[in-house]
C-alpha cells in the first residue's frame, strides 16, 4: 500500500490520484512492476491504465529484438 501524507501531497500540488498515477507509470516504464500491478497502483483498470499509457505514446507492449524478429517470422511465414 502507498500512504501519501498531506505535506507530500501539499507540496508537489498534484491531487493524490494524479501522484499515484504518475507513480505507477514510472514503475511500469522502469520494468518495475507489470501492467495490471502498474495499473492497481494507479487505481485504475488495466485497460484504462492502458488507455492512458497509449495517449502519452508509451508502449504496453514489451518485448526483446528477439522476441519481435520471431513474431515478424511468423507473420511473414502465415502469410506465405
Do not use: H
Not at 526483446?64 to 511473414?76: A, F, G, H, P, Y
Amino acid at each position: 500500500m502507498i500512504v501519501l501524507n498531506d505535506r507530500l501531497i501539499e507540496e508537489m500540488k498534484m491531487p493524490e490520484e494524479q501522484i499515484k498515477l504518475e507513480f505507477a507509470i514510472w514503475l511500469y516504464q522502469t520494468d518495475k512492476v507489470s501492467l495490471r500491478k502498474a495499473a492497481k497502483i494507479a487505481g485504475l483498470d488495466w485497460l484504462s491504465f492502458s488507455e492512458i499509457l497509449c495517449q502519452r505514446d508509451i508502449s504496453t507492449v514489451k518485448m526483446s529484438d528477439e522476441e519481435l524478429l520471431t513474431e515478424v517470422k511468423t507473420v511473414n511465414s502465415l502469410i506465405q
